[in-house]
């Protein structure tokens, strides 16, 4: 893990409300110069801590009302199985994420859709489709309580001597 200073919390800090920010006006919120605090984002980029910059798109707005959590199971747990899986979920944009779990079930995806109707319709012509999949459950987000990508760079990340 890269060395994270007090100083690199804060431009991540900002960076992840603000990615569009200027370096003048990010370097004037964490109190430093332009030059230094460009070198700075320019080395939490090299080392990976700063993986790119996207736009954050309002799912309602462009009309994907549908938020589903699936957990799935597959018919066997061997590799040839989940390596199978992962390579097929990760070409489906309707999955925005996928992990493996511990516990009862082998992963739980997180699916968007425009309605519910498009979301039978993923199930039934795509993920019932994959033969490795032996049990699906679907539980429907009814409320949005929090979303955010801002991961809690101030209270998890252990700080670096350097400044």
């Known amino acids: 893990m890269p060395d994270i200073s007090r100083v690199d ?3 991540l800090g900002v960076l992840q409300t603000d990615a569009a920010i200027s370096t003048a006006d990010l370097a004037e919120q964490v109190h430093m110069s332009q ?4 070198r700075r984002i320019n080395r939490l980029q090299e080392s990976g801590v700063i993986r790119g ?18 957990t799935v199971n597959l018919t066997q747990s061997g590799r040839q199985n989940l390596l199978a899986f992962e390579a097929d979920i990760i070409h489906h944009p309707e999955v ?13 995806l997180k699916i968007v859709t425009r309605d519910i109707r498009h979301y ?3 199930v039934r012509n795509t993920l019932n489709t994959m033969e490795m999949i032996r049990e699906l459950h679907s539980h429907m987000a009814v409320t949005e ?9 101030n209270t ?5 001597n350097g400044d």
């Open 9 to 11: 919390r804060q431009i």
């Open 35 to 38: 030059s230094p605090c460009w």
């Open 53 to 70: 910059q996207v736009a954050l798109l309002d799912r309602q707005l462009l009309g994907m009302e549908v938020v589903v959590f699936a």
């Open 96 to 108: 925005l994420e996928c992990y493996t779990m511990t516990g009862i079930w082998d992963y739980v």
């Open 120 to 122: 039978e319709d993923f």
């Open 145 to 153: 309580i929090k979303n955010t990508t801002a991961l809690p760079i």
């Open 156 to 160: 998890q990340l252990k700080e670096s």
